[in-house]
């Protein structure tokens, strides 16, 4: 069961056999909703990827409510959609239930996230003071990058985040990403890092114009 910020991410995770719930800015699933998730699968063991900082909690009590009904459940305490699609990428049908959490939870602790959005108002980041229409960029946690340009703000964030390593980019455009930007980030990449092997998914996430991944 994974939670999910945007229709295409919804499909992504959807086509790979997962039940989904809204990890959508405003609309965060409630422990309720996890555990309907979970229960609509109608399978004996679960793993979860809350897929948000904020969802890890409700995933957890979930967890927990649903092993008292029997149903067996592991919650890997993905903080990031990216994180989730890293778990994804190794989930393997057919390994022990063990040996899959093992590997997705590995998986995704291996993937450092950043994101580009756009600021609403005027604030004080950690980056310095911002204004509305302002560019955004983030790691972890820590707004890193303020600038006007959201290819020049993304290659700032993707070469903080791919300073100490990293053999796979994951990109992931939100709904109000404009035409042409992960093509272009992609371009830059493979021009400095002709090594890293670079994916793009389609996320039509709302705030954030790119989600970015690096394993």
């Known amino acids: 069961m994974a939670a999910v910020a945007g229709p295409g991410l919804d499909d992504l995770f959807t086509s790979a056999g997962a039940r989904t719930v809204s990890a959508a800015p405003g609309r965060l699933a409630s422990t309720e909703d ?5 229960a609509a699968t109608d ?15 409700a995933a957890q009590a979930a967890a927990h409510e649903m092993g008292e009904q029997g149903v067996h459940v592991a919650v890997i305490p993905t903080r990031a959609q990216v994180q989730g699609v890293a778990a994804l990428a190794v989930h393997e049908p057919g390994r022990s239930f063990d040996g899959d959490v093992v590997a997705m939870t590995a998986a995704a602790a291996h993937c450092r ?6 600021a609403a108002k005027q604030a004080m980041t950690t ?9 955004l960029g983030i790691v972890g ?3 890193v990058e303020i600038g006007d340009d959201p290819l020049a703000v993304a290659l700032s964030v993707l070469q903080r985040m791919l300073a100490t390593g990293g053999e796979l980019v994951t990109v992931i455009t939100g709904a109000d990403a404009p035409d042409g930007l992960a093509d272009a980030l992609l371009e830059a990449v493979a021009e400095e890092h002709p090594a890293i092997d670079c994916l793009v998914y389609p996320g039509g996430q709302p705030r954030y114009l790119l989600l970015l991944g690096v394993e």
């Open 34 to 38: 996890i555990m309907a998730a979970i």
């Open 43 to 57: 399978r004996a063991e679960a793993v979860v990827l809350p897929n948000h900082r904020e969802l890890i909690p």
């Open 113 to 118: 996230h950043g994101a580009v959005t756009i």
């Open 127 to 135: 980056a310095g003071i911002c204004e509305p229409g302002d560019v």
């Open 141 to 143: 946690r820590d707004f």
